[in-house]
């Protein structure tokens, strides 16, 4: 990485604070600090950019990232990768790309390109089975890497990126945005800090409805399904607010089609799919995660979000879409506006300072992983990069290396759709047995099917 130094900036009112009189307040006598760039690339432009990303990157294109560390930081979208460029097209047209332009790079070769611009770090977040080669491509290229949910589809992937990024010297991450969200980190406060004892099982349900299979996902929706695509934030809450000292031990799953594709088909509408745990003291904590993108367009809640776990001495309930918000409003409600929006995740305001902005967890631990790449970059001496690396990389809640219990969940679930779309249902996959370390068992054979050889 060019680690290049640009204009002074420290302390001095941002463009959005100079039209409210914000300046005024300012003393004249600052002392300023020279800002770092961070230049970053996009893979994918979709849905996912459009409510978290482009916000954040609109921000910080204005106002730096600033920590004692590492002093003022830029954050700069210097390119974007998709197959046609259509919708990042679109978007430079706009008064906002015109403002905050960056280069569009389409085609076969688009991500090649993006990584030979000069970006130092790129988020990932097409369609789940393109992560691999994307993050693949730009590990190799030395660069820092944030990928969406879920990280990779096999613990082979994820071993493979791993290994890359250990031997670039690069941060490969994952978003999982809803372990910020402030219901869930209260749950893992509590459970921490011993208030909430011993997780028995739990039920975690996230609908979705018909216009995001049929419409905004119908691109890439061929022989997928939303469990892979949500299930996997229940997964990481679970596995990260009650781990690490517990064992994964046995997947199933089952699930409904017919409605985005045919009954007899690999494409599933709906997904129900259990996950068990094994304590230190041999108690199992069993959770079963239900989703589905064919809810009614109409549905109130358009997505519809809840989670109860079960402890020994208490039970946490949370549901999402009810967090105190109803609203309706004539020709606008559930079409343009939601019934029970959930602002937690993403909103736009007017602050009572004048300023509109945009916030919310799904755009926080965005800024989370910037803040980590400029800590690495610009955080200290160079000779110290390899030890800011190291603390980086030990961080549970987003690194790659911990994703691997997820991970070996989303294998073995395609694996056991995939036997029920060919007319075996009711597969099991153990953990970590003494045949491997994900392996598939049909009703009535005696023959497993290793999937993943080495320990998960």
Known sequence: MQLMLTTAFLFQPSRKALTHGYDSLMPTNI???????????????????????????????????????????????AGVATRTGSRAAKYLASSAGQRWPFSNFAGTDAIDRLLASGVDAVCVATPDDRHFSAARAAI????????????????????????LAAERAVLAKVVYHKLADPDHKKLRTLYQDGVLKHVNNGYCSLLEPKS?????????????NPATYVAVHYLKLIDFTFGPNWALDRISATGQRGLVGPTDGPTWDSVQLQVV????????????????????????GYVEQEVQFRFDNAVWNAHQRKRGVELTVENRTPSELKYTPNYHYNGTFLEPWGERSQRGYGIEIIERFFKEVAFVEYGGPTEGRVERLAQMRALAYNDITTDRNCVAIVQ????????????VPGCVVKVNTGAGGLVLYEPGNATPLVLYNGRV
């Open 31 to 77: 002392v300023t600090l020279p800002v770092r760039p961070l230049h970053c690339g996009m893979v994918g432009f979709g849905m996912i950019f459009d409510e978290t990303y482009r916000p954040f990157f609109e921000l910080r294109a204005d106002e730096p990232l600033f920590s004692q560390s590492t002093g003022p930081v830029s954050i700069r979208l």
């Open 140 to 163: 190799l290229a030395g660069k820092h890497v944030l990928i969406e949910k879920p990280s990779v589809l096999t613990l082979t992937e994820l071993d493979e990126l791993a290994r």
């Open 212 to 224: 995001i299979s049929g419409g905004q996902f119908a691109e890439w929706i061929s022989g997928r």
């Open 277 to 300: 745990y094994r304590h230190p003291d041999g108690r199992e904590a069993a959770f079963d995660i239900h989703t589905s993108w064919v809810t009614p367009d109409n549905f109130p």
């Open 412 to 423: 073995a679930l395609e694996a056991i759709l995939a036997r029920a779309a060919a007319g």
